[in-house]
């Protein structure tokens, strides 16, 4: 039954996928700690080439509110503060013609609530991906089922199986959704 072995293969990649790409949409909203990885998203238009900051610059972080960004080309300086201007940052960049510092103010109230809201709204594009990946399993199941006279006991199992799945990374959504909203909440 090779059949069901990809099936459950695919299913099982498609949600780690969806798991991982929940962490990187939770490492891009920015707490109240400077984390390089908010400039991940950050794109510079370097000589017509839209450039991530990480390949073009070094990034500090020379304590818990500042990032410094030291461009590898000086002349690139401007380029990466107009990006960052640009973008949904929320910073102001200060450039002192050798290295852009950004410092991230502590939040506000208001503002930890807002970032809970837009990370529940991840954890939730989340888990309906899961459960779209466990239906279209399903449906695979129900063809090898019609197509290749797949018994009925092996598909009743299969369905657990992709059940059992979707419940370990659901699970796992909420565990990350949890830590994320206490990071935000912490002062």
Known sequence: M?????????????????????????????TGRANAMVLDRIKVDYYGVPTPINQMAGIKTPDAHMLVIEPWDKSALGMIEHAI??????????????????????????RRKELAKQCKGYAEEARVAVRSTRRDANANIEKAQKNDNLPEDEAKR??????????????QIDESLKKKE??????
């Open 182 to 187: 206490a990071e935000l909440m912490e002062i």
């Open 85 to 110: 201007l640009e973008s949904d940052l929320g910073v102001t960049p200060n450039n002192d013609g050798a290295v852009i510092r950004l410092p991230f103010p502590s939040l506000t109230e208001e």
């Open 158 to 171: 299969a369905e657990a199986e992709i059940q059992k799945l979707t419940d370990k990374h659901i699970a």
């Open 2 to 30: 090779a059949g069901i072995e990809d099936i459950m293969l695919s299913c099982e990649e498609r949600m780690t996928n969806t798991l991982s790409a929940l962490q990187n949409n939770f490492a891009s909203v920015r």
